[in-house]
């Protein structure tokens, strides 16, 4: 449900793309589709490696804040 919750947050928040680093659950497992409430089908969403999204961030110049 959580992973549903930031979804939807950043559905509202407009937010360009959502990176998920190291996932410990299936992006598409039926619990968090339907905690997204849809969300999960209409964000950009990447998933990889702590270091693969950091150093995807860095080489895009983009900024890391948390």
Do not use: P
């Amino acid at each position: 449900g959580n992973l549903g919750a930031i979804l939807r947050t950043a559905d509202a928040a407009n937010v360009d793309a959502v990176f998920i680093a190291d996932a410990k659950s299936d992006l598409y497992n039926s619990n968090i589709i339907r905690s997204s409430v849809g969300c999960v089908f209409t964000n950009q969403i990447a998933m990889g490696s702590t270091s693969e999204i950091i150093q995807f961030l860095k080489d895009n110049n983009i900024n890391i804040y948390c």
